[in-house]
């Protein structure tokens, strides 16, 4: 059977990025999360599948520091070969983010996720990327999740998904976070097709 990474690989390998099913020309839904987060461009900032978004060239051009993890070492190159190897800013980190990180990470101000964790499906998996996200991100760090909502279309990429309602994300992320901002949000893929999302933002507490 293909593994995970193969299947993304397999992907990115025949897609170019403006026909890919989650494609962004325009980043603003993240970028007004990212506005209500006093001094946001001079944090260390974890996305948790890069995919070749150009999030990650937005972000970088206004300051931050990046850690850019993927499942697929595929999509990774794509992103290297578009942005250099960036010294400092950037750490690059390829592993399934249901599994545990590597305890040399840079401490993060802000986690982001885009259309990633949805594909976690599997209770262990799910549980696996919340202890991930709650002992990477410092107290005061604030973590932006953007999924498929529960309105959302049940498959995309060809897998199934665990779409969410801001409740579940909340109950999710746990107590010693709190909500700062929520809001839908429908994003048009490049057939046309609506796919709503849910986007919330939280603040690690002590
Ligand atoms: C729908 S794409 C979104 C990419 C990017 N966040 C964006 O908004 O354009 C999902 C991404 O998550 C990555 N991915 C899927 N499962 C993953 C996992 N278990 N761990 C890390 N990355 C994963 C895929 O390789 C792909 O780049």
């Not at 990046?66 to 190897?85: H, T």
């Not at 107290?139 to 909502?149: D, K, N, R, T």
Request: glycine share 8%; net charge negative.
């Amino acid at each position: 059977m293909e593994s995970n990474a193969q299947h993304w690989d397999d992907i990115f390998d025949a897609t170019e990025d403006a026909r890919l099913g989650w494609y962004e020309k325009d980043v603003a839904p993240t970028l007004t999360m990212l506005e209500m987060i006093p001094g946001w461009e001079d944090a260390t900032i974890f996305l948790s599948g890069a995919g070749t978004s150009v999030l990650a060239d937005a972000l970088l051009a206004a300051g931050t520091r990046l850690v850019l993890n993927d499942i697929s070492a595929a999509a990774l190159d794509r992103l290297k070969e578009r942005l250099g190897d960036g010294g400092n800013a950037m750490h690059w980190l390829c592993q399934d983010i249901s599994q545990p990180l590597p305890p040399d990470l840079p401490a993060i101000d802000i986690w982001i996720d885009r259309a990633v964790l949805h594909f976690l499906t599997a209770e262990e998996e799910i549980e696996g990327y919340f202890k991930n996200l709650r002992s990477a991100l410092r107290v005061g760090g604030h973590v932006l999740l953007a999924e498929f909502s529960k309105d959302g279309a049940p498959k995309c990429a060809g897998l199934t998904l665990h779409r969410y309602s801001a409740e579940e994300l909340s109950e999710r992320v746990g107590e010693s976070f709190s909500l700062v901002s929520c809001f839908d949000h429908t994003y048009l893929n490049p057939n046309g097709d609506p796919r709503p999302y849910i986007y919330a933002l939280y603040r690690k507490g002590c």
